[in-house]
């Protein structure tokens, strides 16, 4: 029986910052159609399985040992894909590799944030943002992307942002999530060329896009930018955690003073080599979800929803009266994607195919049940 004295975390001696706060989590309900958390649908190929369990047999006799503190054969593969997907030249020491891009950002947080710094981001976005600065005692400001310019980044607002409040640490997450839209190399420029401390730019979903990463501006930007990517979402690697930062070696030897030693497992070093080693196969489901995203775009779109134009392998649609009711009437037709607390807004994932039409079967009995209609947005005429 469960003690109804039970002691919660407010009973405990909590920083006051973390006071009231809630953990980060998508639902975790089991349906027929999940497409809330931008996982990619593809289960990894029988090559890359056989190829995994091949490589875990051959180091389970040494898992008696620590695993390589540094990660360095991880990072030179790491180097040389980012190069041949991007056409930059990167070197191993340029990257830095840890259990997932929460991890890299936290590890950033630590060097670079901290006790009376700031951090600023544009909302709505990463919603992890926010979470680890309070974990690591950094200030976050939150400077709106209003709706009416599709979420995009307001720069007039950003540049004055920037200006008064000097941040440590500046976020741009490109493609951003949840609305999908990309913030333009020029645009990044500009903040950077303003920014007092660092730009982290988060490309998490930067493989869905054809717009050119931020990578090509390290050289330009050696003290200020860092560019934070993930093998969890165009790799089928989410189960992997794996995650890693492109910047200058002087970033790598920052984070490696704060790093807890030997964070990548022996384990998972191995597993992300051989995803690396099989990714030409395995981003070819990437070219497969931007042909369904496509799709999907074109059938909300028909419903008489509005869609911001995504790069990611996610969209971001509405304008509904009531975002959480519209959610649960998805929920109820069992598909479940995610309200991330948008008024009138929600995100759902590009599934398989059968799940793609799922959802939009279930959009359409949505859009025509009593209630739950969509409202006009601004710029709309009545």
């Known amino acids: ?95 830095w590799a840890a259990n997932g891009s929460n991890e890299v950002l936290q590890q950033l947080l630590q060097a670079f944030g901290g006790l009376g710094r700031k951090a600023m981001g544009f909302t709505p976005s990463y919603s992890m943002h926010p979470i680890l600065c309070a974990g690591t005692q950094t200030e976050f400001i939150a400077i709106e992307r209003p709706e009416s310019l599709d979420f995009a980044i307001d720069m007039q607002a950003a540049t004055a942002a920037i200006e008064q409040h000097a941040p440590d640490v500046v976020f741009i997450t490109t493609p951003n999530n949840p609305t999908g839209n990309v913030t333009p190399l020029a645009e990044i420029e500009k903040l950077l060329d303003i920014a007092p401390g ?56 920052a984070v490696m003073l704060v790093r807890l030693p030997y964070h990548l497992s022996t384990l998972g070093q191995a597993a992300a080599r051989v995803a690396l080693r099989h990714s030409d196969d395995t981003l070819a489901t990437v070219e497969l979800l931007r042909k369904q995203r496509e799709i999907v775009v074109h059938g909300l779109q028909e419903l008489g929803l ?37 008024p009138g807004w929600l995100r759902a994932t590009i599934g398989l195919p059968e799940e793609n039409q799922a959802f939009l079967a279930a959009a359409r009995e949505v859009v025509e049940a009593r209630g739950v209609g969509t409202r006009k947005t601004e710029g709309e005429q009545p």
């Open 1 to 95: 029986m469960m003690d109804d004295n039970r002691t919660t975390a407010s009973d405990l001696p909590l920083r006051e910052e973390l006071r009231g706060k809630s953990a980060y989590g998508a639902p975790q309900l089991t349906v027929a159609n999940q497409l809330n958390t931008n996982e990619n649908p593809y289960a990894p190929s029988p090559s890359i399985v056989e190829d995994l369990v091949a490589e875990v047999r051959q180091l389970a006799g040494s898992l008696n040992r620590y695993p390589e503190r540094d990660a360095r054969e991880l990072r030179d593969d790491l180097a040389r894909y980012v190069t041949k997907q991007t056409g930059v030249e990167v070197s191993a020491d340029q990257v």
């Open 306 to 342: 509005r869609v911001i134009e995504s790069h990611s392998n996610f969209v971001f649609f509405g304008a509904f009266e009531d975002s959480h009711t519209a959610w649960q009437a998805f929920l109820d037709r069992d598909v479940l994607i995610r309200d991330v607390g948008v």
């Open 198 to 253: 660092i730009v982290i730019v988060d490309e998490a979903y930067a493989e869905f896009s054809d717009e050119p990463s931020t990578v090509e501006l390290l050289d330009k930007y050696p003290t200020k930018l860092v560019v934070s990517r993930t093998m969890s979402k165009a790799f089928d690697f989410a189960g992997g955690r794996l995650g890693y930062f492109v910047a200058q070696p002087a970033f790598v030897e």
